[in-house]
């Protein structure tokens, strides 16, 4: 993969000139009370081409929404629906490894097998612009260990590495080579200096730790054997803010409805989550999992187990947005070194 250097006063002249390309361009701001968002800049402004720490949510929030029309529902009598297209053209900038990693796994849920068109076409449509991590974001991240930071590896469309001098700019893919071609006169080559801080910038990221035994715990939790007084602390801790689910740059999880008027309407889309009692409810009222700690549980079973079954890792990155926002105090990451401690 061929790397090329970018300055700091170059880099706002390709954003502006990345700008005019697109519908909306989603970039990290600063927004009520100081908070780290990602919202549209294309014409507020207000972006940041540099910051610390991570978004409070993921650009998740952007192709997946917590609400979005799927369908008008032109008759029910005589079954008329009418697909809702988004061909908003996106670019998606400084969107933390961590992030990157998530939208690839998300990838792997909607367009294995059976497509979802509605998140299919948003894909297509959109750009993304990785910006690496030269620090942690807060004690509780590890996305080092979950092979999710600090540089991505894959998944971006173009990647920005900070240096002390600037970026070093990499494509990942024809829409990033095609960028870096466009505004060629903006970039110049890597120097060898540029390759050696970020190799001291991988191996003084976080402390050196143990990797963690993905397999090894996705085994104990198959076998169901972890102990059930953790599942039990769990449970009594968990009070089903829905935060983890809402700020999981990897929950996936959502149902249908319709809202009729008459005989027309529209056809929504919502995120639900597996910590909700409902979730599994049947039509009939029963549920197979009617205790609340096997609903949090199926939380952590999703993302640590399953998915390892289904695409080969985890689908936790390590954002450590769930353990920031949890107010019963759960820590994923303490749940897995517990876990692996004890199996």
Known sequence: MQRFFITKENLKVLIASLKKDCDEFIAPKREHLDDLVFGDAKNEGGELLEYEGNSVISPRAFLLPQTEPLFEIQSVKNCGFRPIEDKKTRIFYGVRPCDIKAISLMKEFFLQGIEDTFYKQKLEHSVFISLACGKRCFAKSFCNLMDAGPVAKEGFDLQLIPLSRGYLAEAGSKKGSQIIQKNKKLFS???????????????????????????????????????????????????????????????????????????????????????????????????????????????????????????????????????????????????????????
């Not at 809402?246 to 319709?258: A, G, K, R, W």
């Not at 080969?312 to 353990?323: D, K, L, M, N």
């Not at 926002?325 to 070194?337: E, T």
């Open 189 to 343: 080559k890597a120097l060898p200096d540029d390759e050696k801080e970020i190799k001291a910038l991988l191996k003084n990221f976080a402390e050196r730790v143990k990797k963690i035994d993905f397999k090894k715990l996705a085994n104990i939790m198959q076998e169901d054997k972890v102990s059930p007084e953790v599942w039990d602390d769990i449970g009594q801790r968990c009070v089903v803010c829905s935060g983890c689910i809402t700020l999981c740059p990897t929950c996936s999880c959502f149902s249908i409805v319709d809202r009729l008027d008459g005989d027309k309407g529209v056809r929504l889309r919502y995120c639900d989550g597996c910590p909700y009692a409902g979730f599994t409810r049947m039509a009939g009222g029963s549920t197979p999992f009617p205790l609340h700690k096997e609903h949090i549980r199926r939380f952590f079973e999703h993302k640590l187990n399953v998915d390892l079954q289904r695409y080969g890792t985890p689908s936790c990155v390590g954002c450590g947005r769930c353990i920031q926002a949890c107010p019963g105090n759960i820590s994923i990451k303490k749940f897995i070194d517990t876990v692996i401690l004890n199996g």
